[in-house]
């Protein structure tokens, strides 16, 4: 065989390469309920897009609960590239739209290495923004976040009340047991006169129509349950309660976002002495089912047209979404 005829071969494998980094989207986007195989799928779709992992949870940017909040571990984050993981520190307040900052600025740098940013989390409001654009809240005056806070505290269905009253959309997007979006949908009512929903999609989007691919996980209610239960039960045996100690110990204010990460109230109060252990995490799986199906909500009334993959099969996502992106022919879904 003539040196000519040996190098077909390797052309067009290397052609073929190019052709496939070429369909491949310019960004993939994953949202479900918590523990519903997000983490799994996006490492396989980074392996298989040349991409890398960045985090659109608000909890996993925390450093201090990596148990706790489900974090990829050593070996996953071996697995591929995971950014925007981590990277906060307990005391910090973070927000949507230094997420977005972050975000753009980490997508950008991925898709300027020629990579394929997969964008994973359970927080929805992170990934709309992404997506349909945020603009900034003005500041809110310290009197006016106290005076809010003291609202909800003092009478949270009045609050609720006057929340629907200016702010309806805030139905479908906040839960009315959840006293610090309340407070914070207050504020932006009570400091501005417009409703927090208002500020939402005035500034342009990171990612333009056309260059992402947004997927919704939507395994069985029950099943999810059903994984949540065992997953807290898992955490335990890993430490997770010494992590929560000594989070707990640093003494910081309760109303920081990380002191509410699910399991945290209630192993904060076994802590104080104000709950047994078997009651603390009992509320750690109640708060999280309780979570799970805020999730499926915001599915189901936020991202209408993000194709739904009800299998909790990870092999078969990867085959869907590949279909999807025209990867692969539709039929060998079935083999």
């Given at each position: 065989m003539g040196q000519a005829a040996a190098s077909r071969p390797i052309r067009a494998a290397a052609q073929e390469e190019e052709s496939r980094k070429d369909r491949s989207p310019a960004a993939i986007l994953i949202h479900g309920p918590t523990a519903s195989g997000k983490t799994r799928l996006a490492i396989e779709l980074a392996r298989r897009f040349d991409g890398d992992v960045v985090n659109a949870d608000a909890m996993q940017v925390y450093a201090d609960l990596r148990i706790l909040t489900a974090r990829p571990d050593d070996r996953e984050e071996a697995e591929a590239e995971h950014y925007l993981f981590g990277h906060v520190d307990a005391v910090e307040r973070y927000s949507v739209g230094r997420?977005?900052?972050?975000?753009?600025?980490?997508?950008?740098?991925?898709?300027?290495a020629g990579r394929t940013p997969v964008i994973v989390g359970g927080t929805g409001l992170y990934l709309q923004a992404l997506v349909d654009g945020?603009?900034?809240?003005p500041p809110i005056?310290?009197?006016v976040r106290r005076e809010a806070r003291r609202i909800v505290a003092e009478d949270r269905a009045a609050a609720w009340a006057r929340l629907v009253e200016g702010d309806p959309l805030c139905v479908n997007r906040i839960d009315e047991r959840d006293r610090?979006?309340?407070a914070r949908a207050l504020e932006v009512l009570l400091a501005t006169g417009r409703p927090i929903s208002s500020y939402h999609g005035a500034a342009a989007p990171v990612l333009k129509s056309g260059e992402w691919l947004g997927v919704a996980l939507t395994p069985p209610r029950e099943d999810t349950y059903r994984v949540i239960d065992q997953r807290v039960s898992r955490m335990i045996g890993e430490g997770a309660l010494d992590e929560a100690r000594a989070l707990w110990m640093r003494r910081l204010?309760?109303?920081l976002p990380v002191m509410r990460a699910h399991g945290m109230p209630g192993f904060c109060a076994f802590f104080a002495g104000?709950?047994?252990?078997d009651e603390a995490i009992d509320r750690c799986r109640r708060d999280t089912r309780r979570y799970a199906k805020r999730q499926m909500t915001?599915?189901?009334h936020q991202f209408t047209r993000w194709p739904r993959i009800p299998s909790q099969s990870t092999d078969t996502r990867v085959k869907v979404i590949s279909a999807l992106l025209g990867e692969i022919d539709a039929v060998s879904l079935k083999r």
């Open positions: 997420w977005m900052k972050e975000a753009a600025d980490r997508i950008e740098r991925i898709r300027s945020l603009s900034d809240v005056p310290d009197a610090q979006r309340m204010d309760p109303e104000g709950a047994s252990l915001w599915i189901t």
